[in-house]
């Protein structure tokens, strides 16, 4: 193989999960300059985009402008689904603005009008899929249930049960590894079989992304700076 023609080689595509954001754009902007996601890979994004953070309005449009660079595959996390069900008014929105939807909104230039959000940002949370998977993994927000299939699960484990409600969940019955957000962490949760990519980013932690076949991290704190040390790697999924 000459160098011209290894050049035009393409580099493998990778599929990379990130871990809860919850409004922290500055990271987010980092962590998508330092992976590069290139034409063919799938980023997948396991939910929580927005809350709690600074600017729940730059991850989003950060997020609706990255699916134009790559495969873009978001999950819909609890969070979100508060965000949508607040549109209605009443309880559902006093439920959301108690759970972190207050700094939402604020980053929207509004300290209550739901009314300021744009459609297409709305938009983009309908397009959001309630789970993912692969030849080897599935992608989930919160948890599963061991021996109910994907397709089967129900909304308040998918995106609501934490991994502390009970002791973790053994193994899959479909033999995928699970990649799950939602259960804070201080450090990745790796059981091998399931790996919880939610370090805390916006409580002072990490905000974290995985590339799920080679097993390589990157993690960078809520301003976008790297975590010291030379980049770690988890061990490579089966």
Known sequence: MTISSFSRTRAVPRTIAIGDIHGCSTALAKLLEWIAPQPDDVLVPLGDFVDRGIDSKGVIEQLISLSDRCHLVPILGNHEEMMLGARDGGADFRFWINCGGLACLDSYGSTGRIDLIPRSHFAFLESCRTYFETERHFFVH?????????????????????????????????????????????????????????????FGGWLTALDVASGRLWQVDEKGRPRGGPMHQLPPSA
């Open 142 to 202: 919160a948890n599963y249930q061991p021996q109910v299939p994907l397709d089967r699960l129900d909304i308040q484990t998918l995106r609501w049960l934490s991994l502390r409600d009970y002791v973790p969940p053994s193994p899959h019955c479909s033999g995928k590894v699970a990649i799950v957000g939602h259960t804070p962490q201080p450090e990745i949760l790796d059981l091998g079989y399931l790996k919880c990519l939610d370090t805390g980013g916006c």
